[in-house]
C-alpha cells in the first residue's frame, strides 16, 4: 500500500487522476446552471453525516465522494447563468497546470526548493513589470489582491517613515476614495496607522477619483502635521469597474513626492487588451501596481501579484534567516521579497495561459466581455421595467427592477429578494451592492463566450423574480 506520491505509486495517481477528471468533466457536460438549488439545511445535513473519525475508504470512494458533495453543488462560474462576483472562468492550460502544481508540489520561497519554477516566476514578473511600463521593476506572485495591497503599502510605510527621521506610524495618512477596495482600509489597520489613518478623496460623478481633490486633500494632510505615505488609486473599482485618471493623479503625486499605488486587480486584464489599454495610461509611473490574474487572465484562484516600478524598493519587506535564505545567499530567493515562506508555484498557471493562448488572445477575450457589457447596458436601458444606473468602463452592470408604478422605496425593497431568489433556485447568480445610498443589482461579466441572450435570460428571470415578490408585497398590503 503506497498512500504517497512517489514512484511506486506512479500507476494509482494516474488512475485516480484519470477518474477524477473524467468525473469533472462529465460535470461540465451535463451543468445547465451555476448552482444545484440545494438549500442551506440541506448541505449542512450532507456535511455532517461525514464521519471524519471513520476509517479510510479508499482513494476511489474518497473521490467519488468529493464529486457527490463538492462537484455536484459547487457554483460554476463558466455557466452564461453566473454572473455575481468577480470570478472568471478559467483557461484550459491553466487549470492543466495545476495538476503540475500539486503533484511536484515546489515551494517557490527559497532557489533549491524549486530551482526553474523561482526563474520561470521571476520571468512573469519581468514580462508583467514590461506591460506597465516598468523598466527596471521587480515583483513576486501573492495568493490576492489583498496580500497585494498590503505588501505595497507596507513598503510604502517603510519608504515614508525611511525619508522623514523622526517619524511615526501615528503621523501617517494614506488617501484613497470610497469606490477603493476595502483591503486598503484592512491594511492600514495591520500596518499600525490611526484610525484616522486613511482620508478618503472625493470622486466625480461616475466614482472616479479626483485629481483636484487629491491635491486639496494632501495639502490639508500636510496643514495638519501628518505625513502622507501613500495615494491609492483603482483600475477597475469592485461595483463600477471604472478606471480612476492614472496620469493626472500621477501628476498630483510627483509633485507631492507621494507614493502611488495602483489597485489594478480587476482592470490589469486592460494590460494586453488590443483596443482598450490607453485606459491604463499612467500606470507607468505608479510605484507599485496590484494585478489579480485570476480576475482578468482566465486564472484558477489564485493568482496574483504585486509590482513595483523599482525592484529595490522591496528591500524593505527583506528578512533573513540563517536556516532559508541567509543573507550572504547568492541564490535568487523569491522569499527575499515575499511576505510569504512557502509558497504554490501558482505562476505556473500562467506561464501555461501564456504559452498556450498568446497574450494577444487573452486579450481579445478581455476585449468580448467589455464589448458584451457595453450591450448589455444598452439592453437595459431600453427595458421598460429595468433602470441602469451606471456605465462602466470594465464588465460591471449595475440595475433595479423598478417597472412603472414602483417607487424608488418599493424598488430597494426588492433588491434582497431578487438575488436570494435567484440564487435559492440556482438558475441565475446575481450580486447585489449599494450605489449612491441606494441598493441595486450588479451583472460582473466575465466569460467571454458568454451572449447577450445569455444575459437577456438572466434579467428575464430577474424580471420574474421581481414581478412575483411585487405581486407578493401588493396582496400583503391589501392583507392588512
Not at 148 to 165: G, I
Not at 287 to 296: G, Q, Y
Not at 311 to 340: G, K, M, T
Amino acid at each position: 500500500m503506497h498512500e504517497l506520491l512517489s514512484a511506486a505509486s506512479a500507476d494509482a495517481y494516474a488512475e485516480a487522476l484519470r477518474g477524477t477528471v473524467d468525473r469533472v468533466a462529465s460535470r461540465f457536460r451535463t451543468t445547465t446552471q451555476p448552482f444545484s438549488g440545494a438549500s442551506r439545511d440541506e448541505l449542512q445535513a450532507l456535511v455532517d453525516v461525514v464521519d471524519l473519525d471513520g476509517p479510510g475508504q479508499g482513494t476511489n470512494a474518497a473521490l467519488r465522494e468529493i464529486d457527490e458533495l463538492f462537484a455536484r453543488h459547487a457554483v460554476y462560474f463558466h455557466d452564461p447563468g453566473y454572473a455575481a462576483h468577480l470570478n472568471c472562468p478559467v483557461a484550459v492550460p491553466a487549470v492543466a497546470a495545476e495538476a503540475v502544481i500539486a503533484a511536484v508540489n515546489a515551494s517557490v520561497d527559497t532557489y533549491d526548493q524549486s530551482t526553474v519554477g523561482t526563474l520561470m516566476e521571476r520571468r512573469l514578473v519581468a514580462w508583467t513589470a514590461g506591460r506597465l511600463g516598468f523598466v527596471d521593476g521587480g515583483g513576486v506572485f501573492t495568493s490576492g489582491g489583498t496580500q497585494s495591497n498590503l505588501q505595497a503599502l507596507l513598503v510604502a510605510r517603510e519608504r515614508a517613515l525611511a525619508h522623514a527621521p523622526g517619524a511615526h506610524p501615528d503621523d501617517l495618512v494614506v488617501l484613497a476614495t470610497a469606490s477603493g477596495h476595502f483591503s486598503v482600509r484592512n491594511a492600514v489597520r495591520l500596518l499600525g496607522l490611526p484610525a484616522d489613518g486613511v482620508r478618503l478623496v472625493p470622486v466625480d460623478e461616475d466614482g472616479r477619483m479626483r485629481p483636484d481633490a487629491l491635491a486639496i486633500a494632501l495639502r490639508h494632510v500636510e496643514r495638519d502635521g501628518r505625513l502622507p505615505m501613500a495615494v491609492v488609486a483603482t483600475a477597475g473599482t469592485t461595483d463600477r469597474g471604472c478606471v480612476d485618471p492614472l496620469a493626472a493623479i500621477a501628476d498630483v503625486c510627483d509633485a507631492a513626492d507621494v507614493w502611488l499605488h495602483v489597485d489594478a486587480a480587476y482592470g490589469c486584464g486592460l494590460l494586453v487588451s488590443p483596443t482598450r489599454r490607453h485606459l491604463l495610461d499612467g500606470v507607468e509611473r505608479a510605484r507599485s501596481v496590484t494585478v489579480d490574474f485570476h480576475k482578468a487572465f482566465f486564472q484558477p484562484v489564485s493568482s496574483s501579484a504585486l509590482v513595483v516600478r523599482h525592484a529595490a524598493d522591496l528591500r524593505h519587506v527583506a528578512h533573513h534567516a540563517d536556516y532559508l535564505n541567509p543573507e550572504d545567499s547568492d541564490e535568487p530567493n523569491q522569499v527575499d521579497v515575499s511576505l510569504q515562506t512557502t509558497r504554490r508555484f501558482d505562476a505556473l498557471k500562467l506561464w501555461a495561459t501564456l504559452r498556450a493562448l498568446g497574450p494577444d488572445r487573452i486579450g481579445e477575450m478581455v476585449d468580448a466581455t467589455i464589448d458584451l457589457t457595453a450591450a448589455v447596458h444598452d439592453l437595459v436601458e431600453r427595458d421598460t421595467e429595468l433602470h441602469l444606473l451606471a456605465r462602466t468602463d470594465l464588465s460591471t452592470v449595475l440595475f433595479r427592477y423598478q417597472p412603472d408604478g414602483v417607487d424608488d422605496e418599493q424598488a430597494d425593497a426588492l433588491v434582497a429578494g431578487v438575488r436570494r431568489r435567484l440564487f435559492d433556485a440556482g438558475r441565475a447568480l446575481v450580486a447585489r451592492t449599494v450605489l449612491d445610498g441606494r441598493p441595486c443589482l450588479k451583472l460582473t461579466l466575465l466569460n467571454p463566450e458568454t451572449s447577450v441572450a445569455d444575459v437577456r435570460h438572466v434579467l428575464e428571470l430577474v424580471r420574474a423574480a421581481g414581478a412575483a415578490l411585487l405581486a407578493e408585497q401588493r396582496l400583503a398590503e391589501v392583507a392588512r
